[in-house]
């Protein structure tokens, strides 16, 4: 038994009855599952350790007895022992290394032998503790002549109901489990011994159900009686149908599995392969039970397979690694393995693992890696300064561009975050333009932005310490997303135009003092004067307008032209009369404006457009009230200067 195969241990642990082997010092050498059920202990705990300290409650017992025998005299002994509520007949063979005893289940024929023997002298209260349906009944009629409680709650009679009845009537009698095939089985017992069978009854309400039919003849008194023990086995039978169906789901799973499920022993010797095995590696299942695993691996991996199988006889859990093999046809896979140690008596026997081909995966990180780093290098070709973070807020290219701008080297500023990129620009940890990206609400306070439109945005905007000194930059970022689409970062473009924006400072500058100077022109004039964009908005109106319409300087600014108009117009409607105001459209009306008050007043407007490389960019409004002459220039008098 110590050099039992392990293929031939498995066969032991698929025997259903109780099997145990013991040294001489009563050291548990083996015992299946079915007995350590038995003694409610685990296998693990059991072998390996003294059956009698395992199990107090056997020392000094008839058990144990016979074992001393056994070991004594060599000779075959049996025993009838129980175990709880169970029975069983247990045969003690004799070996050179010790003993083997092998138990079998005599629970139902225990309880028939106690009541053939009245051991109890209560025949009725016997009759009653059992935990079966029992039934005594006429070996030829079949007419019932006894039941118990138990007969009567199973097949919901009460039991002067069912005294008299013929125990065929408690079958469903559906083909093949019909009452005369029920009949003859249960009248075998009255001439041998029937073996337990499986039958369909049927309660008083019509309700089928499993049953479990154990026939025995017995004598009462003078005369020959058979008593049928009956279990209701639906639910084992529904568990049963369960564990089978679950059996093969998962049987499915793992011979339909995508991945390479396997076991191999300590030496690397495959003890189990799924098909997916086959698909990789190229071999037969067969083919792959006669092999090694080093047999498959490529040679400059062989080392590092060594080493995790050594580590996998430790008490480690899983180990993930990845394994480099040649199939068959001398191709190279690349395998991402996942594997742990299976326990036998506290120490390791096999390893078991999953292997998921992951060859294209490598493949496609080559192809991105060798991508990224083309695209490095045009980045660092690219003109303006380049910056981008990913999702957590470090820093993944900073650009040739960007180092000459900060004079900071990308070695020291890739993989930074918490905001650091923000020093080179402003001698202070804070967000910069690439974070507006990401964080839209909490970053959008520091720039003024203008152009948003899908998380892409334009700026200008000082930098106080751009390399010791204030610049003025424009900038761009937009967000960085991968192959799918999915936003996995952001990137900013910066170009610094501190001289463009002099000019453009010096330019608005000069442009003010113009404007300026034609507001003090035209606030000179008598005659009132505006302008207004095309959109209609009011950009200019000099005192005498102003004054006219009852406002004070400045209010006018900003206005939309329809705003003063009344509603009944005389020239044109109020909606054409503003569509014409506001594009430019050349020509003259009279219209009835409201004046600040709510009043009204009619006036004689001549409108000019104005443009500016070839558009129109304004409209020029001259006007003369009512009451009012215009002058040589004015609305009477010839174009508008």
């Not at 038995?38 to 009698?52: A, D, I, M, T, Y």
Request: aromatic share 10%; with cysteine.
């Amino acid at each position: 038994m110590p050099q039992t195969k392990f293929g031939f241990k498995n066969m032991l642990d698929g025997i259903a009855e109780p099997v145990l082997a013991l040294r001489k010092n009563f050291q548990v050498v083996y015992c299946n599952q079915a007995y350590a059920d038995l003694v409610e202990l685990p296998v693990g705990e059991l072998e390996g350790s003294n059956l009698f300290d395992a199990v107090p409650g056997l020392r000094d017992t008839p058990c144990h007895n016979t074992y001393l025998e056994v070991l004594a005299t060599g000779e075959i002994k049996q025993i009838t022992t129980s175990y709880g509520y169970r029975y069983f007949r247990e045969r003690v063979y004799g070996t050179s290394w010790g003993l083997v005893s092998i138990f079998q289940d005599v629970t139902e024929d225990e309880r028939i032998h106690r009541l053939q023997t009245r051991e109890s002298g209560d025949f009725r209260a016997l009759l009653e503790a059992v935990n079966d349906a029992l039934l005594i009944h006429d070996a030829y009629t079949g007419e019932i002549i006894l039941a118990n409680d138990k007969a009567s709650e199973m097949f919901v009679y009460r039991r002067e109901q069912l005294l008299g009845m013929n125990i065929t009537d408690l079958v469903s009698g559906q083909v093949p489990y019909t009452k005369e095939e029920f009949a003859q089985l249960i009248k075998r017992a009255f001439y041998s011994q029937v073996s337990p069978f499986e039958w369909e009854a049927k309660d008083k309400g019509g309700r089928t159900f499993w049953i479990k039919v154990k026939p025995s003849r017995i004598s009462m008194g003078s005369d020959e009686r058979i008593l049928t023990v009956i279990q209701d086995v639906t639910e084992a039978r529904q568990l049963k149908a369960a564990l089978k169906e679950s059996d093969e789901r998962y049987r499915n799973l793992f011979d339909n599995a995508r991945d390479m499920i396997f076991a191999h022993d300590l030496e690397g010797n495959f003890l189990f392969v799924n098909r997916a095995a086959e698909k990789i590696t190229g071999y037969w299942r067969d083919e792959l039970l006669k092999m090694n695993i080093e047999q498959l691996v490529v040679h400059d991996y062989s080392q590092l397979l060594r080493s995790m199988i050594y580590r996998k006889k430790t008490r480690q859990k899983e180990n993930t690694y990845e394994l480099e093999i040649s199939t068959k046809y001398q191709e190279r896979v690349v395998l991402e393995i996942s594997a742990w140690p299976v326990y036998k008596m506290g120490k390791p026997v096999a390893i078991q693992g999953i292997a998921r081909d992951i060859t294209q995966r490598k493949l496609t990180e080559a192809a991105l890696a060798e991508s990224e780093y083309s695209a490095r290098i045009i980045l660092d070709q690219f003109p303006d300064a380049v910056l981008a973070i990913n999702h957590e807020g470090k820093v993944v290219i900073w650009n040739k561009a960007m180092e000459e701008m900060t004079g900071v080297k990308a070695e020291e500023m890739l993989g930074k975050g918490d905001y650091e990129y923000g020093i080179p620009f402003y001698g202070i940890k804070r967000p910069l333009m690439v974070d507006v990206v990401l964080n839209p609400e909490e970053v959008a306070k520091y720039y003024k932005i203008f152009q948003y439109e899908n998380y892409n945005l334009i700026s200008e905007f000082d930098v106080p310490k751009l390399k010791g000194k204030a610049q003025y930059l424009w900038g761009t970022a937009a967000p960085l997303r991968n192959n799918s689409g999915s936003m996995i970062g952001a990137v900013e473009s910066l170009r610094e135009i501190t001289a463009q924006r002099k000019i453009q400072e010096q330019k608005e500058a000069a442009l003010r003092g113009e404007v300026e100077q034609l507001t003090f022109i035209l606030n000179s004039i008598g005659l009132p004067v505006g302008m207004c964009n095309t959109q209609g908005v009011i950009a200019l109106a000099n005192r005498a307008f102003e004054e006219k319409l009852g406002y004070d300087h400045g209010e006018l600014l900003e206005k939309g032209v329809s705003s003063l108009l009344a509603e009944k117009q005389v020239s044109a409607p109020k909606e054409e009369l503003a569509r014409r105001l506001a594009t430019g459209t050349e020509g003259e009306y009279v219209l009835v404006l409201k004046k600040k008050d709510g009043t009204e007043l009619q006036m004689k407007v001549k409108t000019v457009p104005v443009e500016q490389n070839g558009a129109v960019t304004k409209t020029l409004i001259l006007a003369q009230f009512a009451g009012e002459q215009v002058g040589e220039n004015g609305l009477d008098g010839g174009e508008a200067q």
